[in-house]
């Protein structure tokens, strides 16, 4: 049964027991106490996935001041916050600000962890979801075509996040009418993710975009159809699958 915030019963149940847990700790802590901080970033993941971004950001600004204080400007706890308010503004559509979290979370991974670590890699994608996110296409293929190559070399050209990476840039090819090179990465998209387990959501994002990049040749247009319908029990937006459906009847 849905609450009065209009959020699911498990949703606010696990709200409740984050904010008691926080409430708890900060009693016993003190609210300046260091160790504070892994509770509210705990916190403000839980209230991203709500959708309560204000809150969200009120307690992970808390938790970076936190970190900033007892391991550094320079620390990994620190470029967490900053990958974790970058997100949020990616969600307000704050594009420019996203970016500058972002760069400044890679710059202090490159410093920490070394060029080839896997961090490196996720903070390389989300500089390019900064760019998508601003509708400046060619420099978000750019960056995630540099994403793609370092997966391909430190992961192998097989796993999951290669798969990934070739989605989201089938998408920005698709974005500027690239169709055939937004085809070669979906189907190497689909067929990485289709061999991988526990992918099925990230499996539906690339069928549909396989779907809508096929859609411009006549003869796969049964295929880009059939893609689209195979996606829709996974996909995490449904309803964008089912009005992409009824624009492209046979």
Known sequence: AATLEGRS???????????RALEIRERSLGPENPDLAIYLYG??????????????????????TLWE???GPESLEVARA????GSIFIREGQCVEARGQFQRA???QHEALGADHPDIGYSQSNLARSFECEGAYP??????????????????ATHPRVGYTRRQLASVDLRQGKTDDARAHAEQAVAILEAAEGERESLAEARLVLARALWADPSQRARSRQLALDAREDHPEP????????????
């Not at 991203?48 to 969200?56: D, M, N, P």
């Not at 900053?82 to 308010?85: F, G, K, Q, R, S």
């Not at 309803?239 to 046979?250: F, P, T, V």
């Open 106 to 108: 890679l710059e202090i």
């Open 43 to 64: 916190m403000a993941n839980v209230l991203i996935e709500q959708g309560s971004l204000e809150s969200a950001r009120q307690h992970l600004a808390r938790a970076k």
């Open 9 to 19: 019963g498990t949703e606010a149940e696990v709200a409740s027991l984050h904010t």
């Open 139 to 156: 420099e978000a293929e750019r960056r995630y075509q540099d994403a793609l190559e370092w997966w391909e070399r430190t992961l192998g």
């Open 239 to 250: 309803a964008e699958i089912d009005a992409w459906l009824a624009d492209h009847a046979r």
């Open 82 to 85: 900053l990958i974790a308010l």
């Open 69 to 71: 204080q007892s391991r």
